[in-house]
């Protein structure tokens, strides 16, 4: 079955260190996504990619950097200068970057990071 | 700035009771509305969609969720809910423009369901 590969489902590091956290596709989608999702603040984007070896910022970019060296793979680095790293991360993805919002998302099962 | 709000930060129903979670958007046109669901500690997963034409809308494991332009809504129901529909539900507003194209979610509305 089609669908999106997360990993690690868990992951503790210590505050300083650089994480990168896996997000795999086989459903042949263009665009993917990465949210962060922390209680009560719903899913706030950080980077988005809508095509292979191009990507944009989200709305809370700061201390994150992406990839897409591949069409299948969107690794998210979450570095030490984000602030508050501790969060459930979710990757997700769409069939094209359709520009006018009628995105339907396709999610893997999170990644969550706890910074010790 | 667009945004999406969902007044009910947690629901609590007894199974075999009807339910209506709210969501009410703002945005200067029509927009794109979705409702995904999220069982603990997974992903989500897209329940409906409202792009345009019948504003009432079925979706998956018997929801619908009707749009209605004059009160920015687009509430999700279910006639009878089961012990299975506890999970937390996230109404999202799809925005065109540009360079960009995001959903913005709601804060989430956390079901629970009781015996």
């Known amino acids: 079955d089609g669908g999106i590969t997360q990993s690690p489902k868990y992951l503790f590091r210590k505050e300083g260190q650089n994480v990168t956290l896996s997000c795999e596709q086989n459903l042949n989608h263009d665009a993917m996504y990465w949210y962060r999702q922390d209680p009560g603040q719903g899913l706030r984007l950080i980077y988005y990619?809508?095509?292979?070896?191009?990507?944009q910022k989200g709305d809370i970019a700061e201390g994150y950097s992406v990839s897409r060296e591949k069409k299948e793979s969107f690794p998210l680095t979450v570095t030490s200068a984000q602030k508050n790293p501790t969060a459930f991360y979710l990757c997700?993805?769409?069939?094209?970057?359709?520009?006018?919002?009628?995105?339907?998302?396709?999610f893997g099962a999170g990644s969550r990071l706890t910074v010790l | 700035a667009q945004s999406v709000t969902q007044p009910d930060i947690h629901i609590t129903v007894s199974e075999g009771a009807s339910l209506e979670l709210r969501c009410n958007y703002s945005y200067g046109a029509t927009p794109y509305l979705f409702w995904y669901v999220q069982s603990p500690g997974q992903g989500l997963q897209l329940l409906l969609k409202y792009f345009s034409g019948d504003t009432l809308v079925q979706g998956i494991k018997g929801f619908e969720a009707e749009f209605k332009r004059s009160q920015s809504s687009f509430n999700l129901r279910k006639p009878s809910v089961h012990w299975s529909d506890a999970a937390e539900y996230f109404c999202?507003?799809?925005?065109?423009?540009?360079?960009?194209?995001?959903?913005?979610f709601g804060t989430g509305t956390l079901l629970a369901v009781q015996p």
């Open positions: 997700a993805s769409s069939a094209r970057p359709v520009l006018n919002g009628a995105n339907v998302l396709t």
């Open positions: 999202a507003v799809g925005v065109p423009g540009g360079a960009t194209n995001k959903l913005i």
């Open positions: 990619s809508q095509i292979v070896n191009d990507f």
